[in-house]
C-alpha cells in the first residue's frame, strides 16, 4: 500500500514537473508581453503606472487577457486596465502604495497573457523607498530574481544537484546490502505477526513476541544508518535556503509557471513561487535519483 502511494505521488510530481517546465521555455503560440518601465520606483501614498503591450504575435486579430501576479505591497491597490482586448492590446498597470513603512521594500511582480492556449509570463519590479525618501536621489531601481525560464532551471538544477550529493552519500556510508537484508527480515516478521494475528492463533504469537525484541534492535539499525546521510542532506538545504534564496530575491519570488492550476502548488493563474517549484523538483528528481543510483531498500 504504501508503496502504490509514493509511486502515485511521484508519478504527480513527475507530472507537475514537465508540465510547468516547457511553458517557461519560449511564449507558446508566438505570444508577445512587454512591460516598460520594468523597473518603477514610488515612494509611499503615491500612485505610479507602467504600461503593457500584450500581442498574439501574429499582427492584430485575435484577443489577449492580462492578468495582474505576485506578491503585492501591504493593503496597496494594483489594477491593470483594459484586462482584455483585441491584439495588439495596450494597457496601464496602476500601482497605489499604501502610505505606511510596511509598504517599503522590493516586488517582485507579473504580468500574465493569455490568448487561448497560448500563456506567457513577463516579470517587472516595484521599488517602494521609505517615507519621507527623495524619489529623485533613489538609486538604481534593481530587478528583483531572475527572469523566466532561466529561474525555473536554476532551481531545477539545483534540487537535481543536492539530490544527487544525498544518493551518492547514501551509497557511500549506508550498506545497502545488509540494508535490505535487515529490511526483508523485519518485513518476514511483520508479515507473518499479522497472519498469526488474523488467525488468532497464540502459541505462533507467543513465540513471535520472544523475537519481537530482536526484530526492534533490527529497525534501530536500520534507521541509525539512515541518520549518517541526514547532516549531508540537510547542510547543503539549509545553504540552498539561507544563500541561493536572497540571490533569487526571497520566497515568493515567482520561477516558474503552469498551462493549469495544481492545487495548493500554484496560484489559480497557474504561478508557482520558489518555495513549492523547489519542493516539487527536490521530490521528483530524490526519487528518480535513488532508483538510479538504487538506494532504495
Given amino acids: 500500500m504504501k508503496a502504490s502511494v509514493r509511486a502515485v505521488l511521484s508519478l504527480i510530481a513527475v507530472l507537475s514537473v514537465f508540465a510547468v517546465i516547457p511553458p517557461g521555455v519560449a ?12 523597473c518603477v520606483v514610488a ?4 500612485t505610479v503606472t507602467s504600461q503593457v503591450t500584450g500581442s498574439t504575435g501574429q499582427g492584430s486579430g485575435g484577443q489577449v487577457g492580462l492578468t495582474l501576479v505576485g506578491a503585492f505591497p501591504h493593503n496597496s491597490s ?10 495588439p492590446l495596450d494597457a496601464t ?3 497605489r502604495i499604501e502610505n505606511s513603512t510596511q509598504a517599503s521594500g522590493s516586488y517582485q511582480l507579473g504580468i500574465l497573457a ?25 538609486l538604481e531601481c534593481s530587478q528583483v530574481g531572475l527572469p523566466i525560464p532561466t529561474s525555473t532551471f ?9 539530490g544527487l550529493t544525498t544518493q551518492v552519500a547514501t551509497r557511500l556510508l549506508v550498506d545497502l546490502n545488509s540494508e535490505r537484508r535487515m529490511k526483508t527480515e523485519v518485513n518476514a516478521f511483520n508479515k507473518e505477526k499479522r497472519a498469526a494475528t488474523l488467525s488468532k492463533d497464540t502459541a505462533k504469537l507467543d513465540k513471535l513476541k520472544k523475537k519481537e525484541p530482536a526484530i526492534k534492535q533490527t529497525q534501530a539499525k536500520i534507521s541509525s544508518a539512515r541518520l549518517k546521510v541526514v547532516p549531508i542532506t540537510f547542510l547543503p538545504l539549509l545553504a540552498f535556503y539561507y544563500l541561493m534564496t536572497p540571490l533569487l530575491g526571497g520566497y515568493n519570488i515567482i520561477v516558474a509557471l503552469s498551462p493549469f492550476s495544481i492545487p495548493y502548488l500554484t496560484e489559480s493563474t497557474g504561478v508557482m513561487v520558489l518555495f513549492w517549484w523547489y519542493l516539487v523538483c527536490s521530490f521528483t528528481f530524490s526519487s528518480l535519483l535513488a532508483k538510479l543510483l538504487r538506494t532504495t531498500t
Avoid at 43 to 46: A, S
Fill in 27 to 38: 511564449a507558446q503560440g508566438g505570444l508577445e508581453t512587454t512591460v516598460s518601465p520594468q
Fill in 43 to 46: 515612494l509611499p501614498g503615491t
Fill in 78 to 87: 494594483l489594477t491593470v486596465a483594459p484586462a482584455s482586448g483585441a491584439s
Fill in 93 to 95: 498597470i496602476s500601482m
Fill in 114 to 138: 493569455r490568448s487561448g492556449d497560448a500563456s506567457k509570463l513577463t516579470l517587472f519590479t516595484l521599488q517602494v523607498l521609505n517615507p519621507g525618501a527623495n524619489i529623485s536621489q533613489a
Fill in 154 to 162: 536554476v532551481v531545477a538544477a539545483t534540487s537535481i544537484g543536492l
